[in-house]
């Protein structure tokens, strides 16, 4: 059993769990919607804190090379808070959805960023025009990653995720700002 760079496995009986995955919420659903992982026996999912889990029995890297689980494409669309910053500082700002819930926006929140809820979403993927500019946060980059990975399966063709989230930000770029 191997792990590739993108998700860790670990062997529980005769079963082996998946877990840190780049995008993992949206891959684990796509491994279940794709018959990669079926059934109750087969598959079942949880979340642990901000980590996607789900637990199978078969060949995990038999099933991400199913579903087509590209790691480079995860990493190609991160962008990092001091490049954040400096596209923000050049007045070309990307719309900012942040894919938290509203208890932590209210905690903090990055100027101009917008709570992604089931309306917002529905109306980017029906209205927004392919190449809005578009940058996905959120705690600690996880549920951003997968969110702008789910925007780039919708076609859009200029999506980024903040690299570690609005922690990341705080701690590099604004440190005035609430950390939790």
């Known amino acids: 059993m191997t792990d590739k760079p993108w998700h860790t496995i670990k062997k529980q009986g005769e079963s082996q769990v998946i877990v840190s995955l780049f995008g993992a919420p949206h ?70 959805l942040d894919v938290r819930s509203p208890e932590e926006q209210r905690i903090v929140k990055l100027e101009g960023g917008a709570l992604l809820t089931a309306d917002l979403t529905g109306e980017i993927v029906e209205t927004w025009p392919r190449d809005t500019k578009i940058v996905t946060y959120c705690h600690h980059g996880l549920r951003s990653l997968d969110a702008a990975l789910f925007l780039v399966e919708q076609g859009f063709t200029n999506v980024h995720s903040l690299t570690g989230g609005i922690d990341a930000w705080a701690a590099q770029i604004d440190p005035a700002l609430p950390r939790y």
């Open 27 to 96: 891959t684990l659903s796509r491994m279940v919607a794709s018959g990669a992982c079926s059934g109750k026996k087969s598959a079942r999912r949880w979340r642990v804190g901000g980590t996607a889990a789900m637990r199978i029995s078969g060949d995990v890297n038999e099933m991400m090379d199913r579903i087509g689980a590209d790691p480079e494409a995860a990493k190609k669309i991160q962008i990092s808070p001091g490049a954040l910053s400096r596209v923000l500082e050049q007045g070309d700002a990307p719309r900012l």
